[in-house]
């Protein structure tokens, strides 16, 4: 989420100093480390990367070392502490994907999703010792479409608060910049575990297509089949069908409905215990007697 900031601050003109990033993390099954993708980016542009895992003393001694004006901080999913918040003369900017107070923490492309919102949006903000709590320098908004996972909006978002984070860096650099405090209703937005993507199909077929959404690519949503994990893509709602109780499966053609608190839902792709993605059709060509199937 990070690399189109750093692309379009480099292109704006601004000079990078460093790059702060987490350290290498192994990838794959060799488990081979690999740099963060904006640690590769900063790499191919020739820019120094700081890695840490968080802004200890050391890290902030470090990012002192290159007496910054400002500082960017994009997706980093790390506490700054109060003695690096006033390293950089006109401290830490945070681009954060939602329109704040709305959905402050690490996930609120996610969460936003999950509740179903219709807009959500970007801002940028003085980063402070409270969560994601400091004055607003700027917003724009988006609108969530009916398929979009967390993934395709943090994408769209990435890039247009891209260009956020320039127009208020140089609204700084200008000495134009007038942050406000944030106004409104509070909403918080903490990170996604595993649990998150479990589908309970007691719940309206609404509620599990948003989340499906929501919790896609991370950590995916899931459920169980005689105690196995089935992990899923989202699922389509399907208004016709209000005859499936919740969890019970049907084959129709190519398509594959499962029962849901209020009417059915479509599979998509699904990933069996142990196996690769594949269409839920060709899944359900292995069951013997698919109509006796229950997710639990």
Do not use: C
Not at 28 to 51: F, H
Not at 139 to 145: A, D, F, N, Y
Request: proline residues 8%; charged residues 20%.
């Amino acid at each position: 989420m990070a690399v189109p900031s750093l692309n379009v601050l480099v292109q704006a003109g601004f000079e990078i100093v460093a790059v702060l990033t987490r350290p290498d993390a192994p990838v794959g099954r060799k488990r081979v480390l690999t740099p963060s993708p904006v640690a590769a980016r900063a790499m191919e542009l020739g820019i120094e990367v700081i890695r840490a895992a968080k802004v200890d003393t050391g890290t902030t001694a470090k990012i002192a070392e290159f007496d910054p004006d400002v500082a960017a901080i994009v997706a980093y999913g790390g506490i700054v502490p109060r003695a690096a918040l006033g390293v950089p003369t006109h401290g830490w900017v945070n681009l954060h994907f939602s329109l704040l107070p709305a959905w402050r923490g690490a996930a609120p492309v996610q969460r936003s999703i999950i509740a179903g919102d219709d807009v959500t949006g970007a801002a940028t903000f003085q980063l402070e010792e409270g969560l994601d709590t400091g004055p607003v320098f700027g917003t724009l908004t988006e609108t969530v479409r009916p398929g979009d996972t967390a993934g395709d909006l943090l994408e769209r978002l990435s890039i247009s608060g891209a260009v956020l984070l320039s127009q208020t860096l140089s609204a700084i650099d200008a000495g134009q910049a007038a942050p406000v405090p944030q106004q409104g209703e509070i909403s918080l937005a903490p990170k996604l575990t595993l649990d998150d993507g479990r589908l309970d199909w007691q719940q309206p077929a609404l509620a599990l297509n948003r989340r499906a959404r929501g919790v896609t690519p991370e950590p995916g949503a899931w459920t169980t089949l005689e105690g196995q994990r089935i992990k899923l893509e989202p699922v389509a709602l399907r208004p016709d069908i209000k005859d499936l109780p919740p969890g019970n499966i049907r084959v129709d053609g190519k398509s594959v409905l499962v029962g849901t608190g209020s009417h059915a839902v479509e599979l998509g792709r699904i990933q069996p215990a142990g196996k690769k993605m594949m269409s839920s059709a060709d899944w359900a060509r292995g069951l013997a007697t698919p109509e006796r199937v229950v997710f639990e």
